[in-house]
């Protein structure tokens, strides 16, 4: 069942944040547990709750509460839930690494700078990873010993995009603003009318969301400390193995309870006459939801809207 109420003294809750090991409970749950409840324990009040002789379902398999739990779970992540996530990691020689498991869409891709904070990146709209057939020397595709395609592991265009000793990739610095008379630099006489999303130096990405990974450019390639932070959208159930693990604000939880209602009596002729019903509750609890974590700072907001009031020269 899903605690309503503390499970640990002050100390045990502490212990293992201070690092006393003596009084860190075997079942701690983690700091700020008690404003989640696990998807596990919200199965097992709803068919406590819901299904049973008189009440809103008379009979449902287990089964099927856990797929409409993990399913309003996924909807919830996306739509109402803090489901971001954030990854740091150090990009290596490839220039190139996997999206996590549970990567559902990004939100933004950034450049760990000296001082910790994190410097924006932008997506290069004109890359992709096609697939690249393999040819021979007379271009015609080679084939394995079950007669299909033999596809390289990466894209001609994907290797130029990464490829630091190829001249278009050159990166544009202060000081090359000055040397008109170069003949080496492919941007000579161009920087006017030139396109603002191509002019940055900090480098760019692709993300081949079917191959899974996120390619960078040349302009990383060298770095001594390339760590490189995604921020991306979670469906909420990366550790669907264990439901325990899988938590939901307690704010939206009654939220979730109605969708599980909702989308287990549509399918049932004994209460599919009730659906419309329950249809309109869940929608307004999904609503309240939204609300209650919208999490909007007065203060803050009014900071952030006092630099908006700031003229912008251009």
């Known amino acids: 069942m899903a605690e309503s109420r503390k499970i640990y003294t002050s100390q045990q809750y502490y212990a293992n944040f201070e690092g006393d090991a003596g009084n860190t409970p075997a079942n701690f749950k983690g700091l700020g547990y008690y404003s989640r409840t696990s998807l596990e324990d919200i199965i097992n009040n709803f068919i406590v709750a819901y299904i049973g ?7 449902v398999p287990r089964y099927e509460v856990d797929f409409w739990a993990q399913r309003g779970m996924q909807e919830f992540s996306y739509d109402i839930l803090h489901s971001e996530k954030s990854v740091e990691i150090e990009l290596g020689s ?3 690494f996997p999206l996590p498991q549970d990567y559902v869409n990004y939100i933004k891709v950034s450049q760990v700078g000296e001082d910790g904070k994190k410097d924006i990146l932008l997506p290069s709209r ?19 010993s079950e007669g299909e395609v033999q596809v390289a592991a990466k ?8 490829d630091p000793n190829n001249p278009a990739n050159r990166t ?3 000081e090359d603003n000055y040397n008109y008379d170069d003949d080496d630099f492919p941007y000579l006489n161009k ?6 999303e191509d002019m940055s130096g ?8 079917e191959a899974g990974v996120i390619f960078f450019d040349s302009t990383f390639s060298g770095r001594p400390d390339n760590l490189i932070i995604l921020d991306y959208i979670s469906d909420g159930i990366a550790d669907n193995g264990d439901l325990s693990k899988v938590y939901v604000p307690k704010l939206a939880e009654d939220a979730l309870y109605a969708y599980m209602l909702y989308n287990l009596s549509k399918l049932r002729p004994s209460t599919v006459q009730l659906a419309p019903l329950y249809k309109k509750e869940a929608s ?3 609503r309240n939801a939204k609300i209650r974590l919208s999490n909007y700072k007065l203060e803050e907001m009014a900071q952030v809207l006092r630099g908006k009031a700031k003229w912008i020269k251009h």
């Open 53 to 59: 002789e008189d009440k809103a379902l008379a009979k």
């Open 94 to 96: 490839t220039l190139q």
């Open 126 to 144: 004109k890359v992709d990873n096609p697939t690249a057939p393999l040819q021979d020397g007379d271009h015609n595709f080679l084939y394995d």
């Open 155 to 162: 894209s001609t265009a994907i290797t130029r995009f990464q």
């Open 172 to 174: 544009r610095s202060l």
């Open 191 to 196: 920087r006017y009318g030139s396109n603002p």
């Open 202 to 209: 900090a480098g760019t990405f692709f993300i081949d969301n």
């Open 284 to 286: 307004s609890k999904m």
